[in-house]
């Protein structure tokens, strides 16, 4: 392709969860094939592109004020352009289409979840003709995987298994903005992560709404713990996966935490609720029973396996014993971390028009209690790692400390730990070293990087 976007810039917002991030990337690698350079700041950018989530109301609302605030922005000195071109895509641009271009005229281009390829085109409209292009599919056949990638970490991988969701949960809107499931084949699954593997990527994260389901929509075969298996087959160094639906979690997928090499010991199952009114209300299709019968399962399977999940406080005829029951999952599972959400109402969805009284302050005052509750049990959980040896996935230096290293052990909790004498943070990126933990804290663990002779 002729490199049409020649001399231009581009900046990308991107919002939401890991399937949007890595849609980014997926959007970053077209436009530098046609030429573009990707900057940081929307002052330097010629062409602003925002990935947007509508999952909850606060940052919808936001993404209206964004783009509306930009038309204050001066252009960058020596643009090629005689406006900035600015482009609204994820699950608002699904969501919101064409009224998204009649609420905010100066935007210029609108796509959606289904139709990432043509945001090259509708760019290179919008600079040549001006106006606006609009283009929002409501399902497409290609998998958006086949596009090329600019990836953000040269050392790790999102790698989607599936699109879209099939499950329907009465307060979320994604399947609305997401499309039905769709499982990608698996030789072209192994294809992409076995490049990653020869490229130097040490860490595969593999993604779907719920990769549980893998495989239901080809007949149910092959399946997700197939997926798994042939991806640690690889030779991949670090494996995880996101998001799980407890209903579909089977026990061969457990049991692996427990043999296959790659597969690191973390695992976000996200609850939701703890009562089984809420969850029957949520259309979540388990039982507390039955949740904490997993997690039982995976402790046996994996001892120490640190587990995250979801909570969400303030549903539709939420009661205080409800919520009682929360907070007493979070104490019984003891989580290494948790998302913590206030309900927020999506239109079109079916807790939209349940009876919802709850006053606001209750609300928040249950949300208060649930975070105490969650960053106890984070603290706690961080303790077994004192003393302990942990191997490190060098991911940078901290934010607040130039000279301090920062990466992930294998349960994703985050290390810091002092740059070793002699060696640069550039050199330790992306590599795997071991840290001597000593400091156990809730959000973070400290330590020292050991040496070749096996001392700090
Ligand atoms: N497919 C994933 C991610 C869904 S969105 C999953 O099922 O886990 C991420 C989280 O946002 C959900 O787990 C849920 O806790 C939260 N969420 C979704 N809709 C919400 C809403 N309407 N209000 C508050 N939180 C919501
Ligand atoms: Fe939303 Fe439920 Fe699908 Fe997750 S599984 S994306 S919470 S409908
Ligand atoms: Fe948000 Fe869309 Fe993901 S609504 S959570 S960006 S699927």
Same mark, same amino acid.
């Given at each position: 392709?002729?490199?049409?976007?020649?001399?231009?810039?581009?900046?990308?917002?991107?919002?939401?969860?890991? $399937?949007?991030?890595?849609?980014?990337?997926?959007?970053?690698?077209?436009?530098?094939?046609?030429?573009?350079? $990707?900057?940081?700041?929307?002052?330097?950018?010629?062409?602003?592109?925002? $990935?947007?989530?509508?999952?909850?109301?606060?940052?919808?609302?936001?993404?209206?004020?964004?783009?509306?605030?930009?038309?204050?922005?001066?252009?960058?000195?020596?643009?090629?352009?005689?406006?900035?071109? &600015? *482009?609204?895509?994820?699950?608002?641009?699904?969501?919101?289409?064409?009224?998204?271009?009649?609420?905010?005229? !100066?935007?210029?281009?609108?796509?959606?979840?289904?139709?990432?390829?043509?945001?090259?085109?509708?760019? $290179?409209?919008?600079?040549?003709?001006?106006?606006? !292009?609009?283009?929002?599919?409501?399902?497409?056949?290609?998998?958006?995987?086949?596009?090329?990638?600019?990836? /953000? !970490?040269?050392?790790?991988?999102?790698?989607?298994?599936?699109?879209?969701?099939?499950?329907?949960?009465?307060?979320?809107?994604?399947?609305?903005?997401?499309?039905?499931?769709?499982? +990608?084949?698996?030789?072209?699954?192994?294809?992409?992560?076995?490049?990653?593997? %020869?490229?130097?990527?040490?860490?595969?994260?593999?993604?779907?709404?719920?990769?549980?389901?893998?495989?239901?929509? +080809?007949?149910? %075969?092959?399946?997700?713990?197939?997926?798994?298996?042939?991806?640690?087959?690889?030779?991949?160094? #670090?494996?995880?996966?996101?998001?799980?639906?407890?209903?579909?979690?089977?026990?061969? &997928?457990?049991?692996?935490?427990?043999?296959?090499?790659?597969?690191?010991?973390?695992?976000?199952?996200? *609850?939701?609720? @703890?009562?089984? +009114?809420?969850?029957?209300?949520?259309?979540?299709?388990?039982?507390?029973?039955?949740?904490?019968?997993?997690?039982?399962?995976?402790? %046996?399977?994996?001892?120490?396996?640190?587990?995250?999940?979801?909570?969400?406080?303030?549903?539709?005829?939420?009661?205080?014993?409800?919520?009682?029951?929360?907070?007493?999952?979070? %104490?019984?599972?003891?989580?290494?971390? &948790?998302?913590?959400?206030?309900?927020?109402? +999506?239109?079109?969805?079916?807790?939209?028009?349940?009876?919802?009284?709850?006053?606001?302050? &209750?609300?928040?005052?249950?949300?208060?209690?649930?975070?105490?509750?969650?960053? #106890?049990?984070?603290?706690?959980?961080?303790?077994? /790692?004192?003393?302990?040896?942990?191997?490190?996935?060098?991911?940078?230096?901290?934010?607040?400390?130039?000279?301090?290293?920062?990466?992930?052990?294998?349960?994703?909790?985050?290390? !810091?730990?002092?740059?070793?004498?002699?060696?640069?943070?550039?050199?330790?990126?992306?590599?795997?070293?071991?840290?001597?933990?000593?400091?156990?804290?809730?959000?973070?663990?400290?330590?020292?990087?050991?040496? *070749?002779? @096996? #001392?700090?």
């Amino acid at each position: 392709m002729t490199a049409s976007l020649d001399r231009m810039t581009f900046c990308i917002h991107t919002f939401g969860c890991q $399937m949007n991030k890595h849609d980014s990337e997926r959007i970053a690698g077209m436009l530098e094939g046609l030429g573009a350079v $990707m900057v940081d700041a929307i002052e330097d950018a010629d062409i602003v592109v925002f $990935m947007t989530c509508c999952v909850r109301e606060a940052a919808d609302v936001r993404l209206y004020g964004q783009v509306a605030s930009l038309k204050n922005v001066p252009l960058r000195e020596g643009t090629p352009l005689a406006k900035r071109i &600015v *482009a609204v895509g994820g699950c608002i641009g699904q969501r919101d289409g064409d009224k998204l271009t009649r609420e905010l005229p !100066h935007l210029d281009v609108v796509f959606g979840t289904h139709n990432l390829g043509s945001l090259p085109g509708l760019l $290179m409209a919008a600079v040549g003709e001006g106006g606006h !292009h609009v283009e929002v599919l409501d399902s497409s056949d290609a998998f958006p995987t086949a596009l090329p990638t600019s990836r /953000e !970490h040269s050392w790790a991988a999102w790698l989607p298994i599936t699109v879209g969701c099939d499950n329907f949960c009465s307060y979320c809107i994604v399947p609305y903005v997401r499309g039905r499931e769709k499982s +990608r084949a698996l030789e072209d699954i192994v294809d992409e992560a076995r490049g990653y593997v %020869e490229a130097g990527v040490r860490e595969i994260t593999l993604l779907g709404q719920n990769v549980n389901s893998y495989g239901r929509d +080809r007949y149910g %075969e092959p399946r997700f713990v197939d997926v798994l298996d042939a991806v640690d087959a690889t030779g991949i160094e #670090r494996l995880r996966f996101a998001t799980s639906h407890p209903k579909d979690l089977t026990d061969e &997928v457990i049991e692996r935490f427990g043999t296959l090499r790659s597969l690191m010991p973390a695992l976000h199952l996200p *609850a939701q609720s @703890g009562s089984d +009114r809420i969850l029957a209300a949520m259309n979540r299709r388990y039982t507390r029973e039955h949740y904490l019968g997993l997690i039982a399962k995976l402790r %046996e399977a994996c001892p120490g396996i640190a587990l995250s999940t979801d909570l969400i406080v303030g549903f539709p005829g939420e009661t205080e014993e409800d919520f009682l029951q929360t907070l007493s999952l979070v %104490e019984e599972v003891g989580y290494s971390q &948790v998302f913590t959400f206030i309900y927020s109402k +999506r239109e079109g969805t079916p807790a939209a028009s349940m009876p919802d009284d709850t006053p606001r302050e &209750v609300i928040q005052e249950r949300f208060d209690r649930l975070v105490e509750a969650v960053q #106890r049990c984070a603290h706690d959980a961080n303790q077994a /790692e004192l003393g302990q040896v942990v191997d490190v996935l060098v991911e940078g230096t901290s934010k607040r400390d130039s000279s301090m290293l920062a990466g992930k052990s294998p349960k994703n909790q985050t290390v !810091h730990a002092p740059l070793p004498e002699g060696q640069t943070a550039e050199e330790l990126v992306g590599t795997v070293v071991p840290v001597l933990v000593d400091e156990a804290r809730t959000w973070y663990l400290a330590g020292r990087v050991l040496g *070749a002779d @096996g #001392r700090p």
